[in-house]
T-cell receptor
Framework: DVKVTQSSRYLVKRTGEKVFLECVQD?????MFWYRQDPGLGLRLIYF???????EKGDIPEGYSVSREKKERFSLILESASTNQTSMYLC????????????FGSGTRLTVV | RKEVEQDPGPFNVPEGATVAFNCTYS??????FFWYRQDCRKEPKLLMS???SGNEDGRFTAQLNRASQYISLLIRDSKLSDSATYLC???????????FGKGNQVVVIP
């Protein structure tokens, strides 16, 4: 069963901490994405990557960075966590062209206190 | 104009009834269209792709109207298990990025 795996289901961090969210896919997909989802705001794209070592800013990249050193792994980094980054974070992957849509991981619910 | 617009609802539907909802999209060059289902506190999952000719998958029917730039989803014989949020999804830039609507919340009532 193909899947996208996110390292943590729930995470609680303190303000100012550096936070790493990991995502691994086993489908040999070229594209990987990080979204956050908040009530009333829907899914918002943070960063995405078309290939290893490539990254592109999404709609809300401020306060985040990413790393893609291997094709199967895409990491989201919160450089200095703040309370307004409390959210559900969803990783997704797709084939080139996204003609079959995205496959999502089960999400990480991050709380920053 | 937002890339993808949906009426959030909720759509309260008696069990066994039919429910239909639309979403509109702004990019006339969009080529790929999907409906995703998202259960409470879960990740979105692909329900079905939407083709120009329309398509059906069991009790679910999707239609695309390119001229008016909307897609629709119809659910027949609603089940309690159909209660979820249905996200309308359209490709953004003819390549790899998809735009997600905020979803239509469906609540099937016994």
């Amino acid at each position: 069963d193909v899947k996208v795996t996110q390292s943590s289901r729930y995470l609680v961090k303190r303000t100012g901490e550096k936070v790493f969210l990991e995502c691994v896919q086993d489908m040999d997909h070229e594209n990987m994405f990080w979204y956050r989802q908040d009530p009333g705001l829907g899914l918002r794209l943070i960063y995405f990557s078309y290939d290893v070592k490539m990254k592109e800013k999404g709609d809300i990249p401020e306060g985040y960075s990413v790393s893609r050193e291997k094709k199967e792994r895409f990491s989201l980094i919160l450089e200095s966590a703040s309370t307004n980054q409390t959210s559900m974070y969803l990783c997704a992957s797709s084939l080139q062209g996204a003609i079959y849509g995205y496959t999502f991981g089960s999400g990480t619910r991050l709380t920053v206190v | 104009r937002k890339e993808v617009e949906q009426d959030p609802g909720p759509f309260n539907v008696p069990e066994g009834a039919t429910v239909a909802f639309n979403c509109t999209y702004s990019n006339s060059a969009s080529q790929s269209f999907f409906w995703y289902r998202q259960d409470c506190r879960k990740e979105p999952k692909l329900l079905m792709s939407v083709y120009s000719s329309g398509n059906e998958d069991g009790r679910f029917t999707a239609q695309l109207n390119r001229a008016s730039q909307y897609i629709s989803l119809l659910i027949r014989d609603s089940k309690l298990s159909d209660s979820a949020t249905y996200l309308c999804v359209v490709n953004r830039d003819g390549n790899n990025r998809l735009a997600f609507g905020k979803g239509n919340q469906v609540v099937v009532i016994p």
